[in-house]
């Protein structure tokens, strides 16, 4: 089993940053892979970016350049850093995690870009 809390949503200008945060509750050098999804209602949820436990990192071709996933690994914490963040970007934000072959969810955390 894998929990996952995730942090640092909110409301931001278009052009700003934010942070999100998941902190897993085993080490992340235990998990193949975390990442971030996101999700609008009515939508499929996307992959925004992953990182595996060799720091391998992916992204989507949306974010890619304005977003960065990194990790720390003594906090079992994975962050996603979002600059330069449009509207588009709005949705809510969930952090994963696999372990085996199961997939673990967070609860979501909701980013919300406008003026």
């Known amino acids: 089993q894998v929990q996952l809390v995730e942090s640092g949503g909110g409301l931001v200008q278009p052009g700003g940053s934010l942070r999100l945060s998941c902190a897993a509750s085993r080490s992340i050098y235990t998990l193949n892979a975390m990442g971030w999804y996101r999700q609008n209602p009515g939508k499929q949820r996307e992959l925004v970016a992953a990182?595996?436990?060799?720091?391998?990192?992916n992204y989507a071709d949306s974010v890619k350049g304005r977003f960065t996933i990194s990790s720390d690994n003594p906090k079992n914490t994975v962050y996603l850093q979002m600059n330069s963040l449009k509207p588009d970007d709005t949705a809510v934000y969930y952090c994963?995690?696999?372990?085996?072959?199961?997939?673990?969810w967070g609860q979501g955390t909701q980013v919300t870009v406008s003026s």
């Open positions: 994963y995690a696999k372990y085996y072959s199961m997939d673990y």
């Open positions: 990182i595996t436990s060799g720091s391998v990192t």
